[in-house]
Structures are given as structure tokens and as C-alpha cells.
């Protein structure tokens, strides 16, 4: 199979001679075998290694290295003596194979489903907020109506959760847009509620029957709070930096809710979560809501999809469900 590559024209920067000559490329073919090539240099940067992973020899896989580049024009990879190190052409090979092989790899997921009597695959990441509400009520509507189309979800931070939007692993991400990620290629769909967010604790907590807590009141308690470069973890710092508390707390990280109510049930651990998700353990008598405020502003919960990418017919009609249950 081949695949064509219009490439436009390279940088004219003069410390990119050495790899390329800048000049126009014209459309070419590079096969599937070059693009897994591509794939495998980028992971183990070792030609060897790499011819090995595609159950080829190490010349024939030379060879198709040699061929890409004669088309291209421009070197892509610097031969070392203990390995190779793409140039700044190799890496926008790279990334392009990384999102081939990601788009076949989804293809397949489907035509695999089709077989199986499926009518669609959508995979779903999510932060924690929206999944006991909007999230929920959401999926259940779309598939009362679309019974075979298989959905997959999974439940992350945003700042996992985007990157591998990018990457092609998910068709849409509900959740925040992190800072450090640039939005541009992103279809942003942003819900007028944000989130707010309690801290939890076991019933029969010590501080659970008290009036009203401040947060200087919890110093002294083991927090279970997100990882560190989450968007919630950010926000739930600067407001414990403000009470002078981040330095002195005695924290657990995690972002799974079953660790966390978990840690919570057997100990006197107190946790940050949104409040759809503290209202919707309290109604199972899991958990407690203390009573403090955490001065936070949590950036809108929004969906996500990448804009470079035509959406499936399953993934469209299932974010016009999840837009309806996400209205107010």
C-alpha cells in the first residue's frame, strides 16, 4: 500500500543545510512498510532494533530508509556509531508515521467491530467531573437509541487526556484545556457551568459534624489530591499556597477514584473532587462533604475533537447527545 505526502516546502533556516536542500517537494509515495519503518526508528533509534521489531533484515530496512530519502530529498536520520538521531526532517517523518500507524490501528478497531455486528466505535476520555452526570446520562440516552455501536471510555486528567487526543487515541475528550497544550487543531466546545469542587472525608469523620472548617483547619490532615501537572491539582495548590499550607501537607497522589474512596473509606484521608462526583458518593452514604471552601475557579469542562480529523457518523450523533446533556 501506498500513501501519497504533499510536502511542503522546508525551512530556509542556514543551519538546516546540512540535512536538506531548500528547495519545493513535490507529492510523493511512501509505502506502509516505510511509514512502520518511520515508526520503529522513532522508538528504538537503532536501525537494527528496528528492522527487528518489523520482522525484516537490517539491509532490506536500510534500503527503504535509503529509498524515502532519495525521494524526499532530504536526510533524515544522522548515522551514529551507537545508534541514529533523526534530524529536523526525521522528526516530522516521525510524527507523521506515529499518526498513520494510530489511524490505521482505529481503522482496524472498526472494521473488527463491523465483523462483530457493531455499527460504529467511538472512544471516549474523560476527566472525573462529568462521569457520574452529564457523561452518564449522555451514553445511556445514545445508546437507548444506538444499541450497537460499542463505546469505550476511559478516565484521566486533562493533561493526559489531550496529548493523546492529539496523538489520535481518543475521538473526543471531555475535559479542560491544559496550559502548557496549544489548542490550535482542537475543536473546542465549552459548557457554560465549570466545575466546583468539596473536599471529601469518611462518614464518621472527626471533622464531618463540625459547622464550618477553614482550610487551616485540615493542615494537619494526609490529603489525596490529583498529580502533579493536572489542571485540578494546579488549581488546588494555589489555593492551598494562599492559606500557606502546600509546603507542610502530607499528600497521596492519585487520580483513580476507586484508590481514593478506597483510602478514604479506611483512614482519616480527606480528598479535592468535583462536586458532581462528592454529591454522587454521598447519595450511596460513601463519603462525607466537609464543610469548607476551597477558593477555586475550575476552568469549563468542554469536548474536544481534533479538527484535522472527519468525525464518524457514531461519533457525531453521540456528541450531539452528550452537547444536549451538558446544556445548563
Known sequence: MDIKIDMSEPSKDPTLASSAPAKTFSPLKISSRQIALLNALGEFRNLRRAAAAMHTTQPAASLLLQQLEERLGAKLFERLPRGMEPTLYGEVMIHYAHGAIHEFEHAE??????????????RIGTVMGP???????????????????????????SDALLPALIRGDYDVVLGRLPDQIDSQGLDIQLFEKGEQMRVIARPGHALATAAKLSL?????????????GSPMRRHVESALKAGGMVQTLDIVETASILATTSMIEASDMIAVVPNDVAEH?????????????LPITMVNIGL?????????????????????????
Not at 306 to 325: I, M, Q
Open 109 to 122: 478497531a472498526q472494521l473488527a467491530e463491523l465483523a462483530r455486528g457493531a455499527s460504529g466505535l467511538v
Open 131 to 157: 462521569v457520574p452526570t452529564l457523561l452518564t446520562r449522555g451514553v445511556l440516552a445514545f445508546k437507548a437509541d444506538n444499541p450497537k455501536v460499542r463505546i469505550c471510555i476511559e478516565v484521566g486528567t
Open 216 to 228: 487551616a483547619d485540615l493542615v494537619t490532615q494526609t490529603w489525596i489530591l490529583h498529580p502533579i
Open 304 to 328: 474536544l475533537t481534533r479538527e484535522s480529523r472527519p468525525l464518524s457518523a457514531a461519533v457525531s450523533k453521540l456528541l450531539g447527545y452528550l452537547k444536549e446533556h451538558g446544556k445548563g
Open 281 to 293: 458518593y454521598l447519595r450511596y452514604g460513601m463519603v462525607a462533604i466537609l464543610p469548607v471552601e
